[in-house]
């Protein structure tokens, strides 16, 4: 055989076997393209012929340490097993109320059969549906009602990444347990964007995509507008707990919401998650600032006079005497069941209070001055 001829032989055969392997690849549906994410980084999620091939990253985004799930059609009636989930689920478990903002936004709760529990819990549907005995509670990390949750038989259970206690009870009975994520994101839109993986479970794709791109248009349209002020007021964040001061840090996620409202956050170090301070510290760094933001877990009458009684050192900071604290009461205010789904909001509310002259007219949603 002639040199030339051998060597078309062999691209001849490895082109064929090329072309069967391809084949064999088609066919058992493993060609797969990545659904396109703008913001979020916690989570891919891959379309195959037939399936869906869900990854969720571990805390820190690591590559290195990953949960895959794989999605498939329910009218396959592939047996429960570790790791496969029919969808669209029929029996859905919420082990966090922060999960429920998004089945909220998709406006779809007829498939949630229990929740953790339903303590400040506002959603009128929701709380129609424990009323009636449609939704469980079957209690916090730790505290599972076992029994109750096996009972359900759920196809998928959402836990919560950054808690612990009880979960590994629930993987021993077979059932799908998929973190969410979604306040491991760094931005306000990357936590948003997280309706698109709950929706791979809803079959909601569409109606997702949709609602996170009307909720980003917004954002970025309030976000341009605030990037225009000449003048950036200075603002800090929180307060005391317990003789410890939760400041978050220069890159974190509240960082970013206070840069894209157009002001300065006094913290300028490169953490990304809160870290405690003493108050002496917090003073130090945020005594001369302009505004003081604080999420409140207190009593819905919370004031500045409830402040004071506290510790009497924050009257001492300008934005306290000059009337400068806007707050949100969650007590008050349902925010951390809508948060999630709402950083156009959140961020209209800071704006608000930082530039008012830019939203003369708005009617903040979540946060007021502190009378």
Known sequence: MKPGTNLLLMVLLFLASSCNQNSRKQLSGEELTDLPLEYAKSFEIQNGR??????????????????????????DKVAPQQ????????????????????????????NIVAINSSRHLSHKGMNE?????????????GHFNIELIASLNPDVIFVSPFKSGGYDALKSLGFNLVP????????P????????MIAAFTDQEELADSIFNGVAQRYLALKEMAAKVEKLPTVFSGKMRSGTWYVP????FYAHYFRDAGAEYVFTDDKKAAYPLDFESVYSTAAQ??????????????????MIAEDVRYGDFKAFRENRIFACNIRKKPYYEQNAMKPDVILADYIHFLHPELLPDYQPEFYELLK
Not at 131 to 141: C, I, M, N, Q, S
Not at 180 to 187: G, K, P, S
Not at 249 to 252: A, K, P
Not at 293 to 303: A, E, F, K, Q, S
């Open 189 to 196: 839109l990357g936590r948003a964007e997280w309706i698109k």
């Open 83 to 110: 790791g496969v989930i029919p969808v669209p689920c029929k029996r859905i478990i919420c082990l966090s109320s922060t999960q429920l903002t998004y089945f909220f936004e998709l406006d779809n709760i007829k």
């Open 249 to 252: 840090g220069g890159d974190s």
């Open 50 to 75: 037939n399936f869906k091939k869900l990854k969720i990253y571990g805390i820190g985004s690591d590559s290195t340490n990953y949960e895959t799930f794989k999605l498939v059609p329910s009218t």
């Open 180 to 187: 969410m994520a979604a306040y491991e994101e760094e931005t």
């Open 129 to 141: 549906k424990i009323d009636a005995g449609l939704v469980k509670r079957v209690g916090k990390e």
């Open 289 to 306: 600032c302009d505004y003081w933001r604080i999420l409140l877990p207190d009593p819905i009458d919370y004031n500045k006079a409830s």
